[in-house]
């Protein structure tokens, strides 16, 4: 499958834990973005990775908030002493021209 | 700021078309899209329009853009059960390099 790959599909984590979400992109696909969606809600942008420079971040990434992108290939994206409100489905997206194709997602839930 | 606006539910008849609606604010978007996202699932990019284009088409599916409105449909042809899911509209923020800004969605259902 040559689709944007995201692992874990599912995370479930208690409060205050720190998680870490992966998301292999279509290879050559330059930019990748990260998005969160909550219930009834569309995606919200996080942040953008051009190659391994995080270009732009969303006022939504607060301080427990950090994504990573090295050697331009995988990225990560940790949450650090999540809290109940960082409960969304959390979701990768590459681009290289102008189609941008997501992955699965990533479903958080914090207890 | 941006923003883009669209109805949040629509039912219709299977074999009847859907039109699903959407507005936009950022009069540089390049690029409108529309995504399809089933339960638990990610989002399956449908189609994108440019925007010098005026109307696409992609077998059942026709994407018509106005632009001086900023108004942005979809309409799908024939519908059918699996068509039934949530639809997303999205605009390129800032050109072709940017983000993209969505709709909350639209929730089609399609009776039998």
Not at chain 1, 86 to 111: H, I, N, W
Not at chain 2, 40 to 50: H, P, R, S, V
Not at chain 2, 83 to 107: H, M, P, R, V
Request: proline share 3%; charged share 25%; aromatic share 10%.
């Amino acid at each position: 499958d040559t689709g944007v790959s995201q692992n874990p599909r599912h995370k479930i984590t208690k409060r205050g834990q720190n998680v870490t979400f992966r998301c292999d992109p279509i290879s050559e696909h330059n930019r990748l973005y990260w998005y969160r969606q909550t219930l009834g809600q569309g995606p919200e942008f996080l942040t953008y990775f051009q190659n391994e420079a995080q270009l732009e971040k969303s006022r939504l990434l607060s301080d427990r908030f950090s994504a990573e992108r090295p050697k331009g290939s995988f990225s990560t994206l940790e949450i650090q002493r999540t809290e109940q409100g960082d409960s969304a489905m959390y979701l990768c997206a590459s681009k290289r021209d102008t189609e941008a194709f997501f992955g699965q997602g990533t479903r958080l839930t914090v207890v | 700021g941006e923003d883009v606006e669209q109805s949040l539910f629509l039912s219709v008849r299977e074999g009847d078309s859907s039109v699903i609606n959407c507005t936009y604010t950022d009069s540089s978007s390049t690029y409108l899209y529309w995504y399809k996202q089933e339960p638990g699932a990610g989002l399956q990019l449908l189609t994108y329009i440019f925007s010098n284009m005026d109307m696409k088409q992609d077998q059942r599916l026709t994407v018509l853009l106005n632009k001086k409105d900023k108004h942005l449909s979809l309409r799908i042809a024939d519908t059918q059960t699996g068509d039934s899911a949530i639809y997303f509209c999205a605009e390129n923020y800032g050109g072709s390099q940017g983000n993209l800004i969505f709709g909350k969605g639209t929730k089609l259902s399609v009776k039998p």
